[in-house]
């Protein structure tokens, strides 16, 4: 993809949504079940749309949210529900609808006081402090966000009793379940006025902030960054964490700034992205340019998405980290300073991840549990304690409390835009200076992401393809070490192909909504070799086609 001219540059006024125009569409605009574009789909981070394009309107949100409390009802799921929302315009909307629901259903619902902005990782953290130690009464929970997508869009997560990401076994029924009721024109939907279902006793006012806040000292040493006096920059980005950053200054004596302070749905505070829409991608130099540009005036900075399960960390010395740098920072750090740790607990990485993970964690003797895509694949290993830490290369990871247990099962990015400050207070160097050092010591990996053109019946073939088609035996002039459909951490299938030698690898996975799949590439012999894998990988691919009759 080419770089938009007005990438990294401010937002214009013709790149604003048109919020009045998107909100009643919301309540317009009526989807046709038919039409798979306007049907209930949940990918990995859940239902995802717009209101303007018929696929995230009022329908979709009192289905879902009525396909919910029939599973919970199913599942013997009778704690409370604790629900979030992020920034966008249509979130506000949807929690409203989802309230008529669920109170109708008679579920008890927790939201923040004021009906405010709750982060998707103090969701995860809510439902694990009040399931510890039940059998019943279980809670789960509901946020409402489209993560970093831009502002026309609108989303909408379910999170089991796990407090993680529900698993396609789960999201699989409330999507069937929601599609059904849309087909039948919301024929078994409950539902009952907002002023009703606020006056009723199933909707539950608290303070999200104050107990989370409280408890970060179990997960970061907060103590070590107040003793270090660091300057702390912050952009809350317009998220939903934004009132979270004064507290944790407050409370923990943080020479905190945050330097925006703007709520505004149409985030035209935002640098616009890479292909010329606003985005609040904290990955993205483009996105990130304000903070970038204010990296000299903190000892460490950093930026979180609308829903704050990913991060963005600004070091004076580099500017923007790139995400699989920060975690194998991440990971060098944390299992060398968190002592109470299960000695056998390992490092979690999705397998699109850099290999540079695999390398600090073979030097520091841990296993290493490579899975699919998706945060889901972490939750169990994460419960237990048997994972230390699990990230993924877009930017989302957690990490187990300092006594080695249970933090989050979903991604926090404000425990890991605080570990960046972490260890810049212990270590007297920023994440960025670490990682120069791995580099120094395991190498300088290129790692890319790109797209290539798919047909349907392509597509299907890569999800479901055997290793055994794949003939090649050398992948830019080095042996092939393995091939891989199924992740080696766990078994599961990873809906495509990864491919592996000592020195690169690639793998290549369908898109779920355009004719594309994505090659991911790295190379620790540099940009000429990573062009090599990518050229050779897409060879590979079309070879793997033309075998299967595709």
């Not at 409402?144 to 396609?168: Q, V």
């Not at 419960?383 to 099962?409: I, K, M």
Request: glycine letters at 10%.
């Amino acid at each position: 993809m080419s770089l938009d001219s007005r990438a990294g540059k401010p937002a214009t006024e013709d790149l604003l949504v048109n919020v009045p125009k998107l909100v009643s569409a919301y309540y317009t605009h009526r989807p046709d079940p038919s039409a798979s574009g306007h049907q209930v789909s949940f990918g990995t981070s859940g239902h995802r749309g717009s209101s303007l394009s018929h696929s995230f309107n009022e329908d979709h949100v009192l289905a879902i949210s009525q396909a919910i409390c029939e599973l919970r009802s199913q599942q013997g799921v009778s704690g409370p529900l604790y629900m979030g929302m992020d920034t966008h315009a249509l979130s506000e909307a949807a929690l409203s609808s989802a309230l008529e629901v669920l109170a109708a259903n008679d579920v008890d619902v927790v939201v923040q006081a004021g009906r405010g902005y709750t982060p998707t990782p103090v969701i995860s953290h809510a439902i694990l402090v009040h399931n510890e130690g039940r059998d019943d009464g279980l809670a789960d929970g509901v946020v409402i966000t489209p993560s970093h997508n831009p502002p026309s869009d609108g989303g909408f997560k379910y999170n089991p009793p796990n407090g993680g990401p529900a698993g396609p076994d789960i999201t699989g029924r409330i999507q069937q379940r929601a599609n059904e009721l849309l087909a039948r024109g919301l024929d078994g939907v409950k539902r009952v006025s907002l002023a009703r279902a606020m006056a009723s006793s199933k909707i539950h006012e608290c303070d999200y902030i104050a107990p989370y806040v409280k408890d970060l000292a179990n997960v970061i040493d907060m103590d070590t960054i107040a003793r270090a006096g660091l300057k702390i920059g912050v952009d809350p980005m317009g998220g939903s964490g934004i009132a979270f950053w004064e507290p944790i200054a407050a409370t923990y004596g943080l020479q905190l700034e945050v330097v925006n302070k703007h709520v505004d749905p149409t985030f035209r505070f935002m640098t616009v992205d890479k292909d010329g829409k606003i985005r609040m991608d904290c990955s993205s130099p483009y996105a990130m340019a304000s903070l970038i540009g204010l990296k000299d005036e903190f000892d460490i900075a950093f930026g979180n998405d609308p829903d704050y399960d990913r991060h963005g960390i600004v070091t004076p010395s580099a500017g923007l980290m790139n995400p699989n740098h920060y975690l194998a920072v991440a990971v060098w750090y944390l299992f060398q300073n968190r002592p109470a740790w299960r000695p056998d607990a390992a490092v979690g990485k999705t397998l699109v991840s850099s290999s540079m993970i695999d390398r600090v964690a073979a030097h520091l003797g841990r296993r290493l549990a490579e899975v699919p895509v998706g945060f889901k694949w972490f939750v169990e290993g994460l419960s237990d304690g048997s994972y230390g830490f699990g990230g993924e290369e877009s930017a989302g990871a957690s990490f187990l409390r300092r006594q080695g247990t249970v933090w989050t099962t979903d991604k926090d990015g404000i425990i890991l835009a605080l570990l960046a400050a972490e260890i810049t207070a212990r270590t007297k160097r920023d994440p960025a200076q670490h990682y120069q050092e791995l580099a120094e010591r395991f190498g300088r990996p290129v790692y890319e992401r790109i797209d290539a053109p798919a047909t349907a019946a392509q597509k299907a073939v890569l999800k479901q393809l055997s290793p055994e088609l794949v003939t090649a035996v050398t992948l830019a002039g080095d042996p092939i070490t393995a091939k891989l459909t199924r992740a080696p951490g766990n078994g599961a299938e990873i809906g495509g192909l990864k491919v592996t030698t000592a020195n690169g690898w690639f793998a290549a996975r369908p898109s779920g909504t355009e004719d594309i799949y994505k090659i991911y590439a790295e190379s620790f012999s540099g940009g000429d070799h990573l062009r090599q894998i990518q050229d050779e990988a897409r060879a590979i691919v079309d070879a793997a086609f033309a075998a299967a009759g595709a």
